[in-house]
């Protein structure tokens, strides 16, 4: 029996965090770039990112650990396929996104911050995505689809099912 690519996987994720790390622990405030750049490598921020950035920055792991619960950008866990931003804030409630978001949650059967069992969709909530004048506005892979309703995102949903998730788009 051979664990070969969870090895290799593991592999690749030190190697993709260490360089990370090495590359940006030189700027000032140096943690919240490399937690980005991490994030935007992976996904998420893995576990095995902790003790690497507290040991090279030299501050604690619960240093690291309370920044990255202080933003809720920042993810723990490795990301459904498909990452669906809900706004929350203020114009996009008063355009009805709570009912919005109702839906999404009943179409998907999560909640935020949870991925769908088969790892395809997860659900997030967003402040703002400089879209109020299109409220209420979600975002899906970082594209922003404004004027939303239940109807439309199913549409949505549809073809989500049904492709794989590509950067940036739909
Ligand atoms: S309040 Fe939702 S996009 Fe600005």
Do not use: W
Request: aromatic residues 8%; glycine residues 8%.
């Amino acid at each position: 029996m051979s664990n070969g690519d969870s090895g290799n996987d593991k592999n690749d994720l030190q190697k993709g965090l260490l360089s990370i790390i090495e590359e940006l622990k030189v700027q000032p405030g140096a943690l919240l770039p490399i937690l980005h750049n991490i994030q935007s490598l992976f996904g998420y921020v893995p576990d095995e990112a902790i003790p690497l950035i507290a040991s090279t920055l030299n501050i604690s792991r619960a240093d690291v650990h309370g920044v990255i619960s202080f933003y809720h950008h920042f993810r723990r866990t490795k990301p459904g396929t498909h990452v669906i931003q809900i706004c929350r804030a203020e114009s996009c409630q008063a355009m009805g996104s709570a009912a919005l978001e109702r839906h999404v949650k009943r179409i998907l059967g999560i909640d935020y911050h949870e991925t769908t069992k088969n790892g395809k969709f997860s659900l997030e909530p967003v402040y703002c995505l400089g879209n109020c004048a299109c409220s209420p506005s979600i975002a899906i892979a970082d594209e922003v689809h404004g004027d939303m309703d239940a109807e439309k995102f199913d549409q949505l949903f549809n073809y989500m099912l049904f492709t794989p998730a590509k950067a940036g788009a739909l």
